[in-house]
């Protein structure tokens, strides 16, 4: 377990452009590095709102968009063309807007797809796709992403990982359909802790006031089932990306706003 950092932005605009320009840098070395990098993106307002101030950047160019591999750390399982599913959001905020290649955008499936409404198929086979995208140098069933990056729910939920809901206690799968979430909808598929701690950087995004109690109880030293966010950590780094007002109650002084 990698100790976590934290910082602290004035606001969630300036948060996302400098998470992007985080983002940017990191699959630039990966790529020096390796050839190519592997990212999981997340949705919901800060997840997209990274998105979109990397498409804004002017660095974005850097980026070797054919050589890097896209995953996501959880999907709504609803139809493929649902404007809430974070592919299609992902896709408006950035994916069109790249020379991304097609087969390297790891999409999960959708409730209209080839497993029909069966999301515990649908995560099967995302597992499956993951197992195969590993190499022998990641020692496991997923590859060593680059980044994961997850956005924080009010409730401390990552990814669709609910507290005290069975998903949150899962040890062995690395993708799960998600039945009976406590937000609409119901019906998910998203990655395990045990996928999610294979990343090398795992950053948590959280912006607003309304994510002020998650982060301090998250920070705080809640378990992992009670708390699905204190328990998302990387191989690494764990980065948690914040603005004022998420970081409202945090011990004064300790993680001063840049």
């Not at 990397?54 to 980026?63: E, I, M």
């Not at 994961?148 to 005290?164: I, K, N, Q, R, Y």
């Not at 699905?228 to 914040?242: E, F």
Request: hydrophobic letters at 45%; aromatic letters at 4%.
């Amino acid at each position: 377990m990698t100790t976590p950092q934290v910082v602290v932005h004035r606001d969630k605009e300036l948060m996302a452009q400098a998470a992007a320009a985080r983002l940017i840098t990191k699959i630039v070395d990966a790529q020096a590095a390796r050839g190519t990098a592997s990212v999981v993106l997340t949705g919901g307002r800060n997840g997209n709102g990274l998105l979109a101030a990397l498409a804004a950047a002017p660095a974005r160019d850097a980026v070797d968009w054919a050589r890097i591999d896209l995953w996501w750390g959880d999907e709504r399982f609803v139809p493929a063309d649902d404007p809430e599913r974070n592919h299609v959001q992902a896709c408006e905020a950035l994916l069109d807007a790249v020379p991304v290649d097609p087969a390297r955008v790891h999409a999960m499936p959708a409730s209209d797809g080839p497993y029909g409404d069966d999301a515990d198929a649908a995560a099967a086979a995302y597992a499956e796709e993951l197992r195969r995208a590993a190499g022998p140098e990641d020692h496991g069933p997923v590859p060593r992403f680059d980044v994961l990056m997850l956005g924080v729910g009010p409730d401390t939920h990552v990814a669709s990982l609910f507290p005290e809901h069975p998903a949150a206690r899962e040890s062995e799968r690395t993708v799960v359909g998600v039945h009976g979430a406590p937000k609409p909808p119901p019906t998910r598929v998203s990655l395990t802790l045990p996928a999610i701690r294979a990343a090398r950087e795992v950053w948590l995004l959280a912006a607003g006031e309304d994510k002020a109690g998650a982060v301090a109880i998250a920070l705080g030293g809640a378990g992992e089932v009670q708390a699905p966010a204190a328990a998302a950590y990387g191989r690494s780094r764990t980065l948690w990306l914040l603005d004022r007002a998420a970081a409202a109650k945090l011990p004064a002084g300790l993680y001063p706003p840049v």
